[in-house]
């Protein structure tokens, strides 16, 4: 699978799980810019240094890759990545939405300046660069795009009520850019990766070392390559283990003279997973 004469954009490549994948698309024929803040993993500080790092392995393995440290958080740092990869290569095929940063706190000791900052980073900055590369998709009727969402989002983890929430308004996201993108040829979905990373490496303990952020960019190279039909599609990813992860409706009850106890008295029939429709189609659960 690869990407000669494509152009992509990987945010939150200076380490980690973006890097992982700029040096792999790389390797592929892709022309990457590479996107890092260069901050420490609460958002603070700034250095291009670990960009460059990145690209100088690119380019020493005969590819090709620019460095970027715009701040994904702001309209202009979102404007200002996806104008960098149109001077260098004249156009934009694939995005990853990688970039990211913590402040985990309890919820009872959470402060708002936690809040916007993580979602400054995660949420709106995933919305900036895409908004910025948008017309360019639309206009050559291509493009790629990947979320980074979570476990936390999807399933929650206790301390990152920031983070989750951020990251969940990942997926609303990607559903709707989905039907929207349809039309020209743009496809978007989401990754939930696992993987020892500079963020998470003090949490995994043990069982970090077989979270190589390795085995996760495989599922990104697929759903960044123009084979790929999948859109809205939820991927979890970590130790060499995929699964698709997504939202079921269970077949529920109906009943036009509805109250409370009648909720009461049928509720484990409206939880029951057994049966579902995920999208409009029948899944036996």
Do not use: C
């Given at each position: 699978m690869t990407f000669d004469g494509q152009v992509a954009i990987v945010t939150g490549a200076g380490g980690g799980l973006g890097r992982c994948h700029a040096l792999e698309?790389?390797?592929?024929?892709?022309?990457?810019?590479?996107?890092?803040?260069?901050?420490?993993?609460?958002?603070?500080?700034?250095?291009?240094?670990?960009?460059?790092?990145?690209?100088?392995?690119?380019?020493?393995?005969?590819?090709?890759?620019?460095?970027?440290?715009?701040?994904?958080?702001?309209?202009?740092?979102?404007?200002?990545?996806?104008?960098?990869?149109?001077?260098?290569?004249?156009?934009?095929?694939?995005?990853?939405?990688?970039?990211?940063?913590?402040?985990?706190?309890?919820?009872?000791?959470?402060?708002?300046?936690?809040?916007?900052?993580?979602?400054?980073?995660?949420?709106?900055?995933?919305?900036?660069?895409?908004?910025?590369?948008?017309?360019?998709?639309?206009?050559?009727?291509?493009?790629?795009?990947?979320?980074?969402?979570?476990?936390?989002?999807?399933?929650?983890?206790?301390?990152?009520a920031n983070y989750g929430a951020a990251k969940m308004g990942l997926v609303g996201m990607m559903h709707v850019l989905a039907i929207e993108g349809a039309r020209n040829g743009i496809t978007i979905n989401a990754i939930a990766p696992i993987a020892r990373t500079r963020m998470t490496e003090d949490i995994m303990g043990e069982a970090g070392k077989a979270m190589d952020p390795e085995l996760v960019t495989p599922v990104v190279v697929y759903l960044a390559h123009r084979d790929c039909d999948r859109t809205a599609h939820i991927y979890s990813v970590g130790a060499g283990k995929v699964s698709r992860v997504f939202i079921g409706v269970t077949k529920g009850v109906e009943n036009t003279e509805l109250t409370a106890e009648a909720v009461a008295a049928a509720i484990d029939e409206i939880d029951d997973p057994r049966t579902f429709t995920i999208r409009g189609g029948p899944v036996a659960g």
């Open positions: 698309l790389a390797r592929r024929g892709a022309r990457v810019v590479v996107n890092d803040l260069g901050s420490a993993v609460d958002g603070s500080g700034a250095s291009t240094s670990a960009a460059q790092a990145v690209v100088d392995e690119i380019t020493a393995a005969g590819g090709s890759a620019i460095a970027n440290g715009d701040s994904v958080a702001t309209e202009a740092g979102g404007a200002a990545i996806v104008e960098a990869a149109k001077d260098a290569f004249g156009r934009v095929d694939i995005l990853v939405n990688n970039a990211g940063i913590l402040r985990d706190a309890a919820f009872k000791n959470m402060t708002a300046d936690q809040v916007d900052a993580v979602v400054a980073v995660h949420l709106t900055g995933a919305f900036n660069v895409t908004r910025a590369v948008w017309p360019t998709m639309r206009e050559q009727n291509y493009g790629r795009i990947i979320q980074t969402t979570s476990g936390t989002g999807l399933f929650g983890n206790f301390g990152q």
